[in-house]
């Protein structure tokens, strides 16, 4: 649980430094509508094996803001106790938006359960129903281009988180990504969290990965 809590609380060390869902039979097959003109140029992270488009006009977060985040997030979350897993998130970027208040973090997670994830994913619920028990969570799996995609949106009454994990076995690592934004700016963010969602691929190499 040490690395899962550790997950759920680097989001919110990013802003700090600037009824569980029956399992499907199958993940059903969804796309992503994006729009080319709220995401930048594609970058392209060839240690992970992926590339996806950043929030275009957001601000990039230092190396040094990073590591102070996921130092908060690591001593957050000392003391919890549960099942623990191997690895745990590495932030590796992370997109501000100042005028709204939204942030998107970007973490490698090799701990996450992809072969069982609903146990990872009711201890994701779990935690969030402890910390913000009136807010409403929602969990889901399903695919996308090529990937499996197991996603949580938590809604309180002063923010809309959504977590997506994409894994897949051409992929290294499983990548979080991390989705915060205001309750009131969500109306406004959620073509970007789609859009950002919708670019993420496999990225294209020659070289296999180790």
């Known amino acids: 649980m040490y690395r899962i809590v550790l997950g759920i609380f680097i989001c919110s060390a990013v802003l700090g430094c600037t ?7 199958g993940p059903q097959d969804i796309r992503f509508a994006v729009d080319t003109s709220l995401v930048g140029p594609a ?3 060839t240690a992970l094996g992926v590339s996806f488009a950043p929030p275009k006009g957001w601000k990039a977060l230092s190396k040094n803001t990073l590591e102070a985040a996921q130092r908060a997030a690591a001593e957050r979350s000392k003391g919890v106790t549960g099942k623990g897993r191997l690895g745990q998130p590495e932030l590796l970027y992370a997109w501000s938006h100042p005028s709204s208040g939204s942030v998107v973090t970007i973490a490698s997670f090799a701990g996450f359960d992809t072969n069982d994830s609903s146990m990872t994913m009711q201890e994701f619920e779990s935690f969030f129903r402890a910390s913000t028990p009136n807010a ?9 281009k090529g990937f499996k995609v197991h996603q949580l949106r938590v809604i309180d009454d002063q923010r809309v988180n959504f977590k997506m994990v994409f894994s897949s076995v051409r992929l290294k690592k499983p990548i979080q990504f991390d989705f915060a ?3 009131g700016s969500f109306p406004l963010m959620i073509r970007t969290i789609e ?3 919708g670019s993420v691929e496999v990225y294209q190499s020659t070289a296999p990965f180790n």
């Open 195 to 197: 859009s950002v969602a």
């Open 43 to 45: 970058f392209s992270d």
């Open 136 to 144: 409403e969570i929602k969990s889901a799996l399903f695919s996308a």
């Open 181 to 183: 934004v205001p309750r």
């Open 19 to 25: 009824q569980h869902n029956p399992k499907p039979a």
